[in-house]
């Protein structure tokens, strides 16, 4: 009898062992996933919907409030990022407090000898640090950028390595830079990443005011010159857009990020390596007709 009684007991203890020992490993595991990830939509991710064909290589629609990853495609993907670089660009220049009125000068060494591209600020030209920043950003102007590096403290590869150090203050262990406009296919990183330095960009009030002004004229000497945005979609008034950056080198294809309002929620929208001039703001608009759902049905009388 009392051999069955201990028994009975130790039958016991070792049920309510168990039970104890499963609920602490259920809480540990729970603990560590939440943990691992830092995004509210890693839990629950929507992929591509099959109903929403978008022609960008790699995309990733993330909700700026929340972190929620409403799409994505290859979003970790490391890729070069053309001109969304100019985005990292302008966050070092205002970070570093410089002069914005102070006039700088473009030099031989800030044309384009790696890709040959066009430029409509010549060699002699004058500008304030203010407006490159404003035509690196808004019309995507490669001299401009440079020129913003050059006049860092310590030059070019300073610069370099102040947009790299800044890429790891804000976590963006899948992005490097190589040099300041883009131009390089060194400059990498992911749709993950990028969705947020664009976050990270639009803490910036000037940041977000170049990139969505729609045009801009610059006084160069005797020279005056019209430059717009490289972004069609600013000029749409379909469109609520906070923040807009626009690339192209041939390793990147046709880039776009922005921050805008879409169906009464701010997001952050990231699409790259898009083949063909309209298909990333294709891909915008598909979007964006995706998020709010299709129009309402008219109703008609019958006769």
Sequence with gaps: MAQ??????????????????????????????????????????IR??????????????????TGEFLIQKRAAAVVPIASITKLMTAMVVLDAQMDLK??????????????????RLP???????EEALLLALMASENRAAHVLGRA????????????????????????RFDDPTG?????????????????????YPLIREFTTRDDAVIHSGRRTVAFHNTNRLVRSPRWQIGLSKTGF?????????????V????????????????????????????MEGPPPSRRTRKG
Aim: glycine residues 6%; aromatic residues 4%.
């Design 152 to 175: 860092y403290p310590g030059g070019v590869n300073a610069f370099v390595m102040a947009m790299n150090a800044k890429a790891q203050s804000l976590g963006l262990a899948e992005t």
């Design 4 to 45: 069955r009684y201990d028994r009975a007991i130790l039958t016991i203890l070792l049920c309510a062992g168990m039970l104890v020992a499963t609920g602490d490993m259920g809480f540990a595991k729970t603990s560590k996933s939440l943990a691992a990830h830092k995004h509210y939509a890693s839990v629950g991710v």
């Design 48 to 65: 591509t919907p099959q109903n929403l064909d978008l022609r960008s290589a790699s995309v990733l629609v993330e909700d700026q409030r």
């Design 102 to 119: 102070e006039s700088l000068i473009i030099k031989p060494e800030d044309v384009d000898t790696l890709r040959h591209s066009r430029s």
């Design 263 to 290: 169906a009464q929620r701010p997001v952050l929208i990231v699409l790259l390596d898009a083949q063909g001039k309209q298909t990333r703001f294709a891909d915008a608009n598909r979007i964006k007709q995706w």
């Design 183 to 203: 131009l390089s296919s060194r400059n990498v990183s992911s749709a993950r990443n990028l969705a947020d330095m664009v976050n990270a960009a639009y803490n």
């Design 249 to 261: 080198i041939d390793e990147a294809g046709r880039c776009l990020v922005m921050q805008a309002h």
């Design 123 to 129: 060699v002699g030209a004058s500008l304030t640090r």
